[in-house]
């Protein structure tokens, strides 16, 4: 038997699937909404994690990176660029601070609230 944890429109199901011939459908219980995992990309240009993440709004393609490790960015400075839905999303500073770390790179996919930088 393996167990998995489905989600289908936003409703949470924990399904069990016994291996070998099935004789009818699996069982699906529903239950409360988790939080959905987030994959975490490779560091690619580290220079220490800083303490202030800098997030993937939605699920892309790096298309630039605008800032660089050592870089001191303003609110609202964009430090990557990705590409969605054939649109360039820039993802910015969200607050004043010094780059400490970019973890993506150009033509990267990212998930909806991967950290793509991190800054101090």
């Given at each position: 038997?393996?167990?998995?944890?489905?989600?289908?429109?936003?409703?949470?199901?924990?399904?069990?699937?016994?291996?070998?011939?099935?004789?009818?459908?699996?069982?699906?219980?529903?239950?409360?909404?988790?939080?959905?995992?987030?994959?975490?990309?490779?560091?690619?240009?580290?220079?220490?994690?800083?303490?202030?993440?800098?997030?993937?709004?939605?699920?892309?393609?790096?298309?630039?990176?605008?800032?660089?490790?050592?870089?001191?960015?303003?609110?609202?400075?964009?430090?990557?660029?990705?590409?969605?839905?054939k649109m360039e999303i820039p993802v910015v500073a969200p607050q004043a601070g010094t780059v400490a770390?970019?973890?993506?790179?150009?033509?990267?996919?990212?998930?909806?609230?991967?950290?793509?930088?991190?800054?101090?």
């Amino acid at each position: 038997m393996k167990n998995y944890t489905i989600t289908v429109n936003g409703n949470v199901y924990d399904v069990v699937v016994e291996e070998g011939a099935s004789t009818g459908a699996p069982a699906a219980a529903p239950r409360a909404a988790a939080a959905p995992a987030v994959p975490k990309a490779a560091p690619k240009a580290t220079a220490g994690a800083g303490s202030v993440k800098i997030e993937a709004g939605a699920a892309g393609k790096v298309f630039k990176v605008e800032a660089k490790v050592g870089q001191t960015v303003k609110p609202g400075d964009p430090v990557v660029i990705l590409e969605a839905m054939k649109m360039e999303i820039p993802v910015v500073a969200p607050q004043a601070g010094t780059v400490a770390s970019i973890d993506v790179a150009v033509g990267d996919n990212v998930e909806a609230g991967a950290v793509l930088a991190t800054m101090n």
